[in-house]
């Protein structure tokens, strides 16, 4: 079968026109992270039509994946996200350009990981602080927006940031000098500035110290559906942008949905006596 870009996604048309398609055709995405969510992100951006990517991952799949990452199946033990990654995307469009990073993110290779590149999807693992501060920092230099929407128990948190608005580390208030706990208080206080999870969540089997945070296979599935949408939408110009300091937050198992706009991002007081009780929370 003689493959061809336009009858294997002709049935997006009349959501999207023949143009708009090609310029999907023509863009590239740049995924930062290959587990739960990036994994998830990949397949749902190659169904939509993006003909090129750029991809970083240094891990492998292990069994301990199975229950949320698209990419861990009995016979990708062992082998690199990146790599599967790749093949899925070939898989659906065999003409599409996939470049891939196996060694992750860093000082060494973020120019070549955002060469060309027409929106970021920030998708690293909760603890990658340095990388993600490299990343933010880079892509707005570039003048790219930056898309993040980490799992929360059965939903999800969306954050996007605009390369000509409020930054990544004014958001989340990170200053030279903070311990890791630090990060980890205002992440967490970032991107869940409403614990929706909490009605829910077994509080003690959250391992910080190990570095083992729970999860469910539901979100990584709506969270590719909502950055799909979002990157397309700043593809195609769209009107209704969302940019940070506006969070969407979603939980489809309380079945609550937020949107709020914190004008000092988590700097503003009240948020900082919230990540004070947050500090009281959390086992040291």
Not at 13 to 19: I, N
Not at 203 to 226: K, Q, Y
Request: proline residues 6%; glycine residues 10%; hydrophobic residues 45%.
């Amino acid at each position: 079968m003689e493959y061809d870009y336009f009858e294997a996604f002709s049935r997006t048309l009349g959501f999207l026109s023949t143009e708009e398609l090609g310029r999907l055709r023509r863009a590239r995405v740049a995924i930062a992270g290959l587990g739960g969510t990036g994994g998830a992100q990949v397949h749902a951006l190659a169904r939509m039509g993006i003909g090129k990517f750029s991809l970083a991952d240094p891990d492998a799949f292990e069994l301990v994946n199975f229950n949320r990452q698209s990419g861990a199946t009995v016979p990708n033990i062992g082998r690199l996200k990146t790599e599967v990654a790749k093949e899925t995307i070939l898989s659906i469009n065999p003409e599409a350009e996939v470049r891939t990073f196996d060694t992750g993110v860093g000082p060494a290779n973020i120019e070549s990981f955002l060469d060309g590149v027409d929106v970021v999807v920030d998708s690293l693992d909760f603890y990658c602080f340095e990388e993600r501060f490299l990343l933010y920092a880079h892509a707005r230099s570039k003048g790219l927006w930056v898309l993040t929407s980490p799992p929360l128990g059965f939903g999800f948190t969306l954050l996007m940031f605009d390369p000509r608005g409020m930054s990544f580390m004014d958001y989340f208030g990170f200053r030279p000098g903070m311990s890791e706990r630090q990060r980890i208080i205002a992440l967490i206080a970032g991107i869940a500035p409403q614990p929706f999870m909490l009605k829910y969540m077994d509080r003690t089997r959250p391992d910080f110290e190990g570095r083992r945070l729970p999860s469910v296979g539901a979100a990584p599935f709506m969270i590719a559906g909502v950055i799909a949408t979002e990157v397309t939408r700043i593809l195609l110009g769209k009107d209704d942008l969302m940019a940070a300091p506006t969070i969407y937050q979603f939980d489809a198992l309380l079945r609550r949905f937020r949107k709020k706009t914190y004008r000092w991002g988590m700097r503003g007081p009240v948020q900082r006596i919230k990540q004070r009780l947050l500090d009281r929370m959390l086992p040291r």
